[in-house]
């Protein structure tokens, strides 16, 4: 199975920094999906096929990569960006998530 | 539109079976692979399988073949997920999520299920 990586496992950002999260694979995959989760709650999805925002996600959200090596941008920190993030890889069976990264508001 | 209701928390024995439901609402529940994926507490998020309710197909990660059993219901546009032989290592919040056109669009509230004596 392919095994993500997602770097960093926690970080912590002020208002208005750019952030970037990676999620490295194992073998190469053709896209990645991305997952915001809020403590107690449901995971929403926030991008798909690498770069497409899911609806209501605001623009300030990117995401690209291809191969072995995905990432999600936040060009802008805002409060309500402070969540879980998970990466998703459906190209090889089984599915499977990367372990999170934790974005704190600094 | 669309909905995944699931069934509420469960508190069940060790060496006992438990299963849990997903009632679709808002769209054809038979056009739609169901996915089912766990997550322990403070961890992540951990596939389990998939079914298909327009033909019943299934597909399992192969660590939880003999744990997870999928079925769903057409009559009732509901997903099951049984559990058997539940550890400890069962305790864990389980969703129910739907894999849209491209990606899963919809999830589940979550079921926290409990092993404990």
Redesign the interface.
């Known amino acids: 199975e392919i095994v993500l990586t997602q770097s960093p496992t926690t970080m912590a950002a002020s208002p208005g920094e750019k952030v970037t999260i990676t999620c490295r694979a194992s073998s190469s995959v053709s896209y990645m999906h991305w997952f915001q989760q809020k403590s107690g709650t449901s995971p929403k999805p926030w991008i798909y096929d690498t770069s497409k925002l899911a609806s209501g996600v605001p623009d300030r959200f990117s995401g690209s990569g291809s191969g072995t090596s995905y990432s999600l941008t936040i060009s802008s920190m805002e409060a309500e960006d402070a969540a879980t993030y998970y990466c998703l890889q459906r190209s090889s069976y089984p599915p499977t998530f990367g372990g999170g990264t934790k974005l704190e508001l600094k | 539109q669309v909905q995944l209701q699931q069934s509420g928390a469960e508190l069940v024995k060790p060496g006992s079976s438990v299963k849990i439901s997903c009632k679709a609402s808002g769209y054809t529940f038979t056009s739609y692979d169901m996915?089912w994926i766990k997550q322990q507490p403070g961890n992540?998020?951990?596939?389990i399988g998939w079914i298909y309710p327009g033909n019943g197909n299934t597909?399992y990660?192969?660590k939880f073949n003999g744990k997870a059993t999928l079925t769903a219901d057409k009559s009732s546009s509901t997903a099951y997920m049984q559990l058997s032989s539940l550890t400890s290592e069962d305790s864990a919040v389980y969703?129910c999520a739907r894999w849209g056109v491209?990606?899963?669009?919809y999830?589940?509230?979550?079921v926290m299920v409990t092993v404990s004596s």
């Open positions: 996915h992540g998020l951990e596939w597909k990660n192969q969703f491209y990606y899963i669009d999830w589940g509230q979550g």
